[in-house]
């Protein structure tokens, strides 16, 4: 490494992204931007283990809606570590894949604030933080979630205040099943492929 070169700095964006929107997309941006990360890998979940009480679609769909949300930026892409996984997603998993992968890359850990204050439900906590530095970004609603700081190594976590996009992907499902547009909520092609997959008609 000559002087002037410096650690790769990889983003990773978890995430069930069913369907990914316009919040995933402005916190992964606003993250590369403060941390200049070389690039953000959003990583679809495969079976979100917190989430087995849900219908969740198909890993291929939201795979899909992941590529064509991230294909215009340059500084985005998409891994199938998580999908290609059999069993439930474990981030540790997600961390210790893509560290092999990239072994000389810092990662940062892209989260909501709502996911961040459930952190301590994860598997193997503590070697995550050994593995990533973890970027929690403020979410409508979150104002009032507590952090168990007392419990959390602060020094491997920063909380970071995005524009605030009050979208979910639970809001975005219901609407198609009522038959509310989702213009400007997802990017176009996520309308398109929505509307082609005939997906949350019976949510
Ligand atoms: N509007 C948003 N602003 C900032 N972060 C967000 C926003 N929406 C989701 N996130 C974060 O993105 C990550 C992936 O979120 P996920 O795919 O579960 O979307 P979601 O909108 O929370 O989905 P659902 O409504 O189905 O639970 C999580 O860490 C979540 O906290
Ligand atoms: O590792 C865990 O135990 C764990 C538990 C819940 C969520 N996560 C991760 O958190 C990210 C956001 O998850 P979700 O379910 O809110 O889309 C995604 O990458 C998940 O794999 C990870």
Redo the contacts with the bound molecule.
């Keep these: 490494m000559t002087a002037v070169e410096r650690v790769r700095r990889l983003g990773v964006m978890?995430?069930?992204?069913?369907p990914i929107?316009h919040?995933?997309l402005?916190?992964a941006s606003e993250v590369q931007a403060y941390f200049d990360l070389d690039e953000v890998i959003f990583v679809p979940t495969g079976q979100p283990w917190q989430k087995l009480d849900r219908d969740v679609s198909a890993a291929e769909d939201r795979y899909l809606m992941t590529v064509i949300a991230t294909a215009s930026n340059p500084r985005f892409s998409v891994s199938r570590v998580d999908i290609d996984r059999p069993g439930p997603t474990y981030t540790i998993d997600t961390l210790r894949d893509l560290s092999a992968l990239y072994p000389d890359a810092e990662l940062f850990f892209i989260?909501?604030a709502?996911?961040l204050a459930q952190i301590l439900t994860w598997r193997d906590v503590d070697e995550m933080f050994k593995l990533a530095q973890f970027v929690g970004?403020t979410?409508?609603g979150t104002e009032s979630l507590e952090l168990p700081l007392d419990k959390l190594p602060m020094d491997r976590i920063t909380l970071l205040e995005?524009p605030a996009?009050?979208?979910?992907?639970?809001q975005c499902r219901a609407r198609v099943a009522k038959g509310n547009p989702t213009w400007y909520l997802v990017p176009d092609g996520i309308v398109q492929y929505i509307a082609k997959r005939e997906l949350y008609i019976n949510r």
């Design positions: 978890g995430g069930t992204f069913d929107h919040g995933h402005v916190a989260t909501g709502d996911a970004c979410r409508p995005v996009l009050a979208i979910s992907s639970t």
